[in-house]
């Protein structure tokens, strides 16, 4: 058995037989659960009813603000308006909604007024400002002599239907549908990248604090224990993936069975909606089967080693070079920025033009393809600019591995000094 297999099984084993680890395997899942139920819940209670005081001098839109669960608006036009702002001050209401007379509406409706404590939602500001505009609109037309019923019943909703250039009909909304699908691909690559890639600097701080390191390095070169621990760390990562695929896979079946998800209860969901809906739903069904799914499974796969390698070596660059975590933090910065960087260049760039030149760069780019070209690939990417972003991203993988090992080399046996980029750059000469 060679040293390299040597070092992969130590580090394999000594990760799994972990308590913290065996625990965090098997308690992940429950508390991933735990939390979806908890956020679920909280998005089921109502928050508190807010008051809403209305001063409508002009007695034209009271009549037009309606309660809702969140909003109960209050007619108070009768009270003098600056008994109502001192009720506002002692927080009595929410905030008082002031609309003074004026006959001329265009210059009415730069002098209505929202007085309260604290400043409201842009939301809810919107919302009184459509009422008030759909008002003021209705009564211009009055007295332009307008017909109004006419005019609203003059009015057209346009809903364009979309057809591929094959003549197949799609559905709207498939953009975002494949770039979450994409996304949620990338984000576990770079939590799997930030947990284990950890994990590896710690183990490396760990051993160079116990000066185990130096009977270690007397039969083993660098790049070996490094790549070592590099590995064995990743297929205890993986291992847990698995584990958590499986735990996961049977609490689906579980809740389906609970449930009772059967061909009858979709009979009786089916008859109570109307054909239309029945066919966007079949859209959205058979659009999900033309998804390259195989293809994103196989590329997640490929970027998984090919990102985590590439990370970890420099983590254990990191590790090697620092005495403790503390000392760590200076240089982790510039590892966590083009993780960010892909997953906010996938969002901005990929949804909007997935094939455009920043998602087509950026998913080239070894510290960010990754991400960015695993939210690319549902929208369909051309083999060959898959080929050449896997070929850059290992090719990057050995070349920093090649100047990690020479930061790994001399770091590993420095104590007691606070590294600089500055010495960083000369261990990389030395």
Not at 69 to 94: A, G, P, Q
């Amino acid at each position: 058995m060679s040293i390299l297999t040597l070092i992969i099984k130590r580090e394999f084993i000594s990760k799994v037989r972990n308590k913290s680890f065996i625990v965090m395997t098997f308690l992940s899942p429950l508390l991933f659960v735990g939390l979806a139920a908890f956020v679920g819940y909280l998005s089921t209670m109502k928050s508190d009813v807010k008051e809403i005081v209305i001063h409508d001098e002009s007695n034209l839109f009271v009549k037009d603000f309606k309660n809702s669960e969140e909003y109960h608006y209050l007619n108070l036009t009768n009270v003098d308006l600056k008994t109502l702002k001192d009720s506002i001050v002692s927080e009595r209401y929410e905030g008082l909604l002031y609309i003074p007379k004026i006959e001329d509406n265009k210059e009415l409706s730069s002098k209505i007024q929202y007085i309260s404590n604290e400043s409201p939602s842009m939301s809810f500001i919107e919302d009184l400002e459509d009422i008030i505009a759909k008002k003021l609109t209705t009564s211009n037309f009055q007295k332009a002599g307008l017909d109004t019923l006419s005019i609203k019943n003059a009015e057209a909703k346009v809903s364009i239907n979309l057809t591929k250039a094959t003549g197949e009909e799609t559905v709207k909304g498939l953009n975002e549908i494949k770039v979450f699908i994409g996304a949620a691909f990338g984000y576990l690559i770079m939590m799997f990248i930030i947990i284990y890639g950890n994990m590896v600097m710690r183990s490396v701080i760990e051993e160079k604090t116990n000066r185990i390191i130096e009977i270690i390095i007397s039969s083993v070169k660098p790049f070996q224990l490094m790549m070592g621990k590099i590995i064995g760390t990743s297929l205890a990562g993986v291992l847990q993936f698995v584990i958590w695929a499986i735990l996961g896979g049977t609490l689906l079946l579980v809740a389906s069975l609970v449930l009772g998800v059967n061909l009858s209860s979709t009979s009786v969901v089916a008859s109570s909606m109307d054909e239309s809906s029945i066919s966007t739903m079949q859209l959205y069904v058979n659009e999900g089967r033309n998804l390259p799914i195989g293809s994103l499974l196989i590329a997640f796969i490929i970027y998984f080693i090919g990102g985590y390698f590439l990370y970890s070596s420099i983590y254990a660059a990191i590790g090697a070079a620092v005495d403790n975590e503390t000392d760590s933090q200076q240089f982790l910065l510039p590892i966590i920025l083009p993780l960010m960087l892909g997953v906010y260049v996938g969002f901005f760039s990929v949804l909007s033009e997935p094939h455009g030149t920043v998602a087509t760069v950026f998913s080239m780019i070894p510290l960010t393809s990754p991400i960015v070209m695993l939210m690319r690939i549902p929208f369909g990417v051309p083999w060959w600019q898959l080929l050449i972003s896997v070929l850059l991203l290992f090719g990057t993988f050995f070349f920093v591995v090649w100047f990690a090992s020479k930061i790994y080399r001399v770091g590993i046996l420095m104590y007691g000094k606070k590294p600089t980029w500055r010495e960083l750059y000369r261990w990389l000469k030395y």
